[in-house]
């Protein structure tokens, strides 16, 4: 009897890859209420473990803490409800508003002798689909609270199993006195990128959203609110969020609202993702810039925004499941940084 361990082909493994993706967007549906419950219990376990270490039994601490997240989640529901149902009521007026006075803004710069196709211009911007953008988005977010019932349930068993999952992965693995240590890593790793993102985009949304309520820009914590989901969303997410505010800002304040709504979101960006978020995350994800941006296209066809919002945890899961296979390393090495790759290439021995 052959007792070597046999490789799959990686031709095999691609193709599973392909029939599991396909599964997964005929699934969709289930499939992001699922991780929706992952990502929320990922988060909840570390509240969940500090009640346990102060002495409070495991089943009362899954309760508070989800008693926790029902309220949070409640609140958030009641204002995702009002702001949609007022800010979709009057899309039409706002994209005739911005429209005006975008056109009021050409036709000063034509009289100053720059020559601008208007029509080209507003085609471009196109400030009704970047409104019609947040209402659908707002209400996609509101679908899923819907489901929340169905989510927490599954949050509540997760949270209640954690215990059993380490003997589990170790029942799985071949070697585990060697596959366990990666895995730990791996996991401890998307634990605290989870972990951290969502206090840093929980301080961003509160920061945005008083700011803008400040100078009086309508929907100011609905505003917060998207700036705290699209933060989740790498490199271009902040972007994404202060777009619509800055319109909302033009129509309610005019031109010097949209670059106090700028300043707003530039400085609260700079400050809290490039000083305050990589000097508490500390060592960097282990995945190369390109694939960031990729990954955030590639699970957004996949799941929708919620895989956006998830991109990057399922990318290093991707990468943890590359890297468990010989055939499949490569993979894992693309999606890496390149300092990763001189690591392995000094391991061998090889100049780098």
Same mark, same amino acid.
């Given at each position: 009897m052959n007792s070597q361990k046999r490789e799959i082909p990686t031709i095999v493994i691609l193709a599973a890859i392909v029939i599991v993706l396909g599964g997964v967007i005929y699934s969709s549906e289930i499939v992001t209420q699922f991780l929706m419950a992952l990502f929320i219990a990922v988060i909840a376990s570390k509240p969940v473990g500090y009640l346990e270490k102060k002495g409070v039994p495991g089943a009362v601490a899954v309760g508070i803490v989800i008693v926790v997240i029902v309220a949070v989640t409640s609140s958030l529901g009641g204002l995702i409800g009002t702001s949609v149902a007022r800010f979709s009521s009057n899309l =039409?007026?706002? =994209?005739? @508003? #911005?429209?005006?006075? +975008?056109? %009021? /803004?050409?036709? +000063?710069?034509? =009289?100053?002798? &720059?020559?601008?196709?208007t029509e080209g211009l507003l085609s471009a911007i196109s400030p009704g689909t970047v409104m019609n953008f947040t209402a659908g988005l707002l209400n996609g977010? !509101? %679908?899923l609270m819907?489901?929340?019932a169905m989510i927490l349930l599954i949050v509540a068993f997760m949270l209640g199993e954690t215990s059993s999952y380490g003997v589990k992965l170790k029942a799985i /693995? /071949?070697? $585990?006195? #060697? %596959?366990?240590v990666g895995i730990t890593t791996a996991m401890n790793q998307i634990n605290q990128y989870l972990g951290i993102k969502t206090l840093t985009s929980l301080a961003t949304g509160l920061i945005v959203g008083? +700011?803008?309520?400040?100078? @009086? /820009?309508?929907? $100011? &914590?609905?505003? !917060?609110l998207i700036a705290f989901l699209m933060n989740y969303i790498p490199n271009i997410g902040s972007i994404l969020a202060a777009i619509p505010a800055m319109l909302m800002a033009f129509i309610n304040l005019g031109g010097a609202g949209v670059l106090w709504t700028a300043g707003i979101y530039l400085a609260v960006n700079m400050i809290v993702g490039n000083i305050v978020e990589p000097k508490i995350m500390g060592k960097g994800l282990g995945i190369s810039t390109l694939v960031v941006m990729l990954s955030l296209i590639f699970w957004g066809w996949i799941l929708g925004t919620i895989g956006m919002f998830l991109s990057i945890p399922l990318t290093l899961a991707a990468k943890i499941a590359f890297e468990s296979q010989e055939s499949t390393r490569w993979i894992a090495v693309l999606l890496g940084t390149e300092e990763d790759a001189k690591n392995i290439l000094r391991e061998r021995g090889e100049e780098v």
């Open positions: =039409d007026a706002y =994209d005739t @508003k #911005v429209t005006s006075g +975008l056109q %009021s /803004v050409f036709a +000063l710069a034509h =009289d100053f002798g &720059f020559n601008i196709s977010l !509101g %679908s819907g489901n929340m /693995v /071949v070697n $585990p006195d #060697v %596959s366990m008083i +700011l803008l309520w400040a100078i @009086k /820009v309508d929907f $100011p &914590f609905m505003w !917060g």
